[in-house]
């Protein structure tokens, strides 16, 4: 794998695979190292037996470097201008100028943006992030304040510079105006050459304490020295990296580096060879390679390899089952009677078990309660605006659409009757039998008479309706406004 990584990386043609690679095992380790999208790149170009699955995995994860790089570049000018636009000083330790190190830009591996601001600028850029749609995330990993949104991109800000020793901290102390200003910004700095490269060397510190270091670090640092070497001032950089103590680690770094990926064969591997072991080995514990690398590092190494499971899982029995002296003074019974001992271990962890439920029910009461008092305040909303509804529109479609529409149509039965009346009484005068005719016109009065009566009814019931209704909705009111008093 790390010929063919070098192949790639210099350019050059890739030769063909004699022995039958497992290349379910190439794609495990690269994804861990993050070499993946250039590991496909070179895939390209050879004849291999690989499964249509392994494959697709392979093209997955280089599509998804190939588009989080064009997210990163969108990002990272989108942050720029907020920044910007606040008035905020920010310094940008890491960006997407990674992939300017590589020959094509989907080589590179952006792992997060990086920014260094001021601690009184946090709050601001807490509000400003929230407002882009990113979510605060924590992360025991990350020393700095995490920031995630989909697809994948992190954008990390520190108040302090993110390195523990005391030689680099001083170097990039000072206020953020001191750094170079990024064009056209104002208020966006930038590192420069030197810097750089010695903050990822310090990058490269922390990864190795913590057993994260990988192949593609690696890579990073053998491409940039490799792209920006010639524009160093050498002088200032390996005078930093001896007062911290680091010129070793940096130069093995280097070393392996160039056995990796260059041609010259002269120097000496012995301990850049086990630096290989442990980056392909996940981080394997080596003393030897620990007090060669980092002799001024030790203690933090040391708490490092502890065994921190077993230190936790000790602290937890002490912590539940404590010593007889200390129970004596919560159960004074065990200075005669020691044997009950486990009895009262028994009884002390229900106690605990006890009130740690009681505190986790009162906090699940307290914010279902929280719920139910929205919910009723919605429903109150809802109901209110019922009500208008129903006490308001109703009349006005009753006594303003029904009638007029009634005007200015008529009534049909209506009509018909005076017509048939009129008939009748013409027929009468005709024929000489008023009586008849008179007996029928009384008949549709009294008709009309009961309907226009049955109307004026309803309405009066539907009046004293809404009457009741606004009664009761502003007693419900008083009683409301009471309560919250």
Request: hydrophobic letters at 35%; charged letters at 35%; aromatic letters at 10%.
């Amino acid at each position: 794998m790390l010929i063919l990584l070098a192949a790639i990386i210099n350019q050059k043609p890739i030769q063909s695979m004699r022995k039958h690679v497992r290349w379910e095992s190439v794609l495990d380790v690269s994804e861990y190292q993050e070499i993946v999208n250039i590991v496909y790149v070179g895939l390209l170009g050879i004849e291999k037996n690989i499964s249509e699955e392994c494959n697709a995995q392979f093209y997955q994860e280089y599509k998804k470097s190939l588009l989080l790089y064009e997210t990163y570049e969108k990002v990272e000018e989108v942050i720029k201008w907020q920044l910007e636009r606040y008035n905020i000083e920010a310094l940008f330790l890491l960006d997407s100028s990674a992939s300017e190190m590589y020959p094509k830009p989907e080589m590179a591996q952006i792992r997060q943006v990086e920014i260094l601001v001021n601690k009184k600028a946090l709050p601001w850029i807490n509000r400003i992030m929230l407002d882009m749609d990113y979510e605060h995330r924590e992360d025991s990993t990350c020393s700095g304040i995490l920031y995630v949104r989909v697809p994948g991109i992190r954008v990390v800000f520190y108040d302090a510079m993110p390195i523990e020793n005391r030689m680099v901290q001083r170097f990039f102390t000072g206020p953020i105006k001191r750094f170079r200003c990024a064009e056209p910004y104002k208020y966006i700095h930038m590192l420069s050459n030197e810097e750089e490269y010695l903050y990822r060397v310090a990058r490269m510190v922390e990864l190795y304490i913590t057993g994260r270091l990988k192949i593609r670090d690696i890579l990073d640092l053998w491409q940039y020295r490799k792209l920006l070497g010639e524009q160093f001032r050498w002088k200032t950089v390996k005078e930093l990296l001896d007062k911290a103590d680091w010129e070793e680690f940096a130069s093995q770094i280097d070393i392996l580096g160039t056995l990796w990926f260059g041609e010259d064969a002269e120097q000496q591997y012995g301990l850049a060879l086990e630096l290989e072991e442990y980056i392909i080995s996940r981080g394997r514990e080596n003393r030897h390679l620990d007090e060669t690398l980092l002799p001024c590092e030790k203690i933090r190494l040391d708490f490092y390899w502890r065994n921190r499971d077993k230190e936790w899982a000790l602290r937890k029995q002490a912590w539940m089952f404590p010593s007889r002296e200390y129970m004596i003074r919560f159960f004074p019974i065990l200075e005669k009677h020691p044997y009950l001992l486990g009895f009262c271990w028994i009884i002390r962890n229900w106690r605990f078990f006890r009130r740690i439920c009681a505190n986790k029910c009162k906090k699940t009461g307290f914010r279902l309660r929280v719920r139910l008092l929205d919910i009723q305040e919605k429903l109150k909303g809802m109901i209110r605006r019922r009500k208008k509804e129903e006490g308001v529109e109703e009349p006005e479609a009753t006594s303003g659409d029904v009638i007029p529409q009634a005007e200015e149509v008529g009534f049909p039965d209506c009509d018909a009757e005076e017509e048939r009346v009129s008939q009748s009484i013409e027929q009468g005068e005709r024929s000489g039998t008023p009586g008849r005719d008179t007996e029928e016109e009384k008949s549709s009065r009294d008709a009309r008479e009961e309907e226009t009566t049955s109307r004026d009814a309803e309405e009066e019931e539907e009046d004293l309706l809404n009457e009741d209704a606004e009664e009761e909705t502003a007693n419900i009111e008083q009683t409301e406004g009471e309560r919250d008093v």
